[in-house]
């Protein structure tokens, strides 16, 4: 496969030093967005206005570390600080911007609905979130077929990943073959997740992906970091209403006719689902 199998979308007119964008600069960018998560699912992004600087977070002491919207509403948060000095302000600020962004990216996608149901996002209602990975240097004895991260989808909205120059990122493509996602400078690289496929009737793609171990890390003993801000609506919205995009009703009879369920019990139905799965695999490991 080619190099630029996953598309790369120029945000320019829409950055984060913009106030406000033209409707054609909008409608166009809007346009590749949907082109390309209809698709492979992912899009890189490129001019998005925040600086390379937010991700490069320790991520030295924990497997990962998960910060949500709680902390903007709490009087009092224990931080890290006194081992990663101004590792709060930095988190809270690339929140922010990375919340900014993504709703820009999601009024590109749909200029009411989707913004209206993020519109929650940093508070005690909503579980957007923040996580640093850190992915240790591999072991000597690592197990045939063992990944760095098993094959997933997101439950998000959108997921923003900040990567570093490692690599190991690989997307499902058409084929059911796996195609890197490589790092590219000065771009975010943003996925569709199962909300917004369920959202869409499909018609945006939730693609599964996986992280695997480079030759050049078990060779050279490297780790590897990302940053992920995973983006959720509010968890009083029911997440099965009625829902038309782009001026088409995209929900099914089927749909409609379940009894409507609030997305904070749909997100703990899918992991309740996900570590029963987990449990199931361990077992026939054992």
Known sequence: MSDNYIPVVDFEAYNLERKECLQEDLTKIGKQLVDAFSSIGFVYIKNHGISEADPSLPGD???????????????????????APGFSCKIKDFMERAKKLSLRILHALDEFFFNKCHSKIHTSNNPTTARSLYYPPLPDD??????????????????????????????????????????????????????????????????VRRVVAKAHERQGRSTRRSLVYFVLPHNDGLFNEPLVYKDESLNSEDDLSIKPILLEKWLFEKMKQFWEVTRLQKQKKC
């Open 61 to 83: 002491y924990k497997e990962a570390f998960n910060i949500d919207g709680n902390l903007f509403t709490r009087n009092k948060s224990e931080w890290p600080d006194d081992i």
């Open 142 to 207: 690592l197990l045939p077929q063992q990944m760095r991260f098993g094959d997933h989808s997101d439950n998000t909205s959108i997921s923003l990943v900040f990567q570093d120059d490692v690599g190991g990122l690989q997307v499902k493509g058409f084929d059911g073959c796996y195609v890197d996602a490589k790092p590219i400078r000065d771009t975010v690289l943003v996925n569709v997740g199962d909300i917004l496929q369920h959202w869409t009737n499909g018609k945006l793609k939730s693609t």
